[in-house]
Structures are given as structure tokens and as C-alpha cells.
């Protein structure tokens, strides 16, 4: 079956210091890799997907991500944090064992941003 | 509308009541997907549609949830008999079908369950 595992409940860093999300994935086949962003009382927003070519995938309000295939992880990684960036962070995978787009997701990291 | 839209946002039942939530996918959008965020937890998978095919149900934890779509508009999902272990936020989701690419998910904002 498809996984995807966020090894950190929780990351904590400082506003201007580069910021690291984990995410491990297990996957038979091709990986379809997403990350999704969920600020307090909203719905999740897209940030970024893998799905083939470059392995450094760059999206949403200057977050990248980073597809190793050898360490099967799709890394989250900002150069610079903002405070306003702490929320929580869930990696997801696309499941191939069906014919559907379904997304299996991660558990989901927060992450605070300290001024 | 811009988004997809649910309602309602919040829901406070007694145990053993029927709810209904309601989602409006973004316009166009032919694949609709229910999860469930219980507190402190991911995504569950609870159900998905794709235009008129056959609805993949396989994530439904209890033949106490269910949920329609007509075509590619609204989707309602119904819990009979509520218990306390269904508080959760409800969240729903679409995505457009385009052949042989893999698309993102656009969320809702949910709709937080609470049973009493």
C-alpha cells in the first residue's frame, strides 16, 4: 500500500532561519508526491507536487521541496521562515492501487515560526 | 464561487441524531473527496466520485455514513446515528479530470462535528 510517513509531530525554528519538513514515502511504482498547508480553522492548501522530472520542485509562497529517491523522502524546505508560516504541514501521496486520484496523507507536522 | 464551500461550518448534535454536511465543489471540477480530520490526526480517506462512475466507498468506517452526488454538483454526506467517536472536522475537496496527469486537490473548510 501507499504511505507516506512525517517523522516529526512538531518543528521549531526561528523567523529568517531555514526550515526543514520532513516526509518519508513508500510506494510501489512511480511516487506522486504532494504538500499541503493547513492554517488554523481553514481548509488544506496546495503548495506543491512532484510528479516527474526535476528533482527540486518549487511552489507556493517560496516553499520547495526536495525528491530523493534513493532516501525515498520528499523533504519540505524554506530558505527563510516567517512567522506567518507556522501551520500545519501535511505531505500526501497519490494512491495507485486504484484506478482514483485518492490522496493517502501523512499524519502532518506543525510547525511554529518564532519571532 | 471561487471555492469549494461547505456547510454547515460548525454542527453540535446529541448522540444517536442524523446529520447532513453539504459541499459545493469548485465549478467544472469532476472528482469530489470526503475526509475526515479527527484532532490531532491526519486525512482520512471517507469516499470519492468521479463524474457518473461508481463512487469508491472504501473508506466509509460504518454503514452509518453515507453520501450522494448528482452529476458533478453538490455532494452530501449523512451520518445516521451519531456517536461520540464521529466528532471531527468533515473536510471536502475537488479536483478537475485531466486524462493521464495527476492533479491537486482543492479543500474546503470544513465542517467541525461535534456530538454531545
Known amino acids: 500500500a501507499q504511505s507516506v510517513a512525517q517523522p516529526e509531530d512538531q518543528v521549531n525554528v526561528a523567523e529568517g532561519n531555514p526550515l526543514t519538513v520532513k516526509c518519508t514515502y513508500s510506494v510501489s511504482g512511480n511516487p506522486y508526491l504532494f504538500w499541503y498547508v493547513q492554517y488554523p480553522n481553514r481548509g488544506l492548501q496546495f503548495l506543491l507536487k512532484?510528479?516527474?522530472?526535476?528533482?527540486l520542485v518549487k511552489g507556493s509562497y517560496g516553499f520547495e521541496a526536495e525528491f530523493n529517491k534513493s532516501q525515498t523522502s520528499f523533504h519540505l524546505k524554506k530558505p527563510s521562515a516567517l512567522v506567518s508560516d507556522s501551520a500545519l504541514y501535511f505531505c500526501?501521496?497519490?494512491?495507485?492501487?486504484?484506478?482514483?486520484?485518492?490522496?493517502?496523507f501523512g499524519t502532518g507536522t506543525r510547525l511554529l515560526v518564532s519571532p | 464561487g471561487a471555492g469549494v464551500s461547505q456547510s454547515p461550518s460548525n454542527k453540535v448534535t446529541e448522540k444517536g441524531k442524523d446529520v447532513e454536511l453539504r459541499c459545493d465543489p469548485i465549478s467544472g471540477h469532476t472528482a469530489l473527496y470526503w475526509y475526515r480530520q479527527r484532532l490531532g490526526q491526519g486525512l482520512e480517506f471517507l469516499i470519492y466520485f468521479q463524474g457518473n462512475s461508481a463512487p469508491d466507498k472504501s473508506g466509509l468506517p460504518s454503514d452509518r455514513f453515507s453520501a450522494e452526488r448528482t452529476g458533478e454538483s453538490v455532494s452530501t454526506l449523512t451520518i445516521q446515528r451519531t456517536q461520540q467517536e464521529d466528532s471531527a472536522v468533515y473536510l471536502c475537496?475537488?479536483?478537475?479530470?485531466?486524462?493521464?496527469?495527476?492533479?491537486?486537490?482543492?479543500f474546503g473548510p470544513g465542517t467541525r462535528l461535534t456530538v454531545t
Open positions: 475537496a475537488s479536483s478537475p479530470r485531466l486524462a493521464g496527469a495527476t492533479v491537486e486537490q482543492y
Open positions: 512532484y510528479i516527474t522530472g526535476d528533482n
Open positions: 500526501a501521496v497519490r494512491d495507485l492501487n486504484t484506478g482514483f486520484q485518492k490522496l493517502v
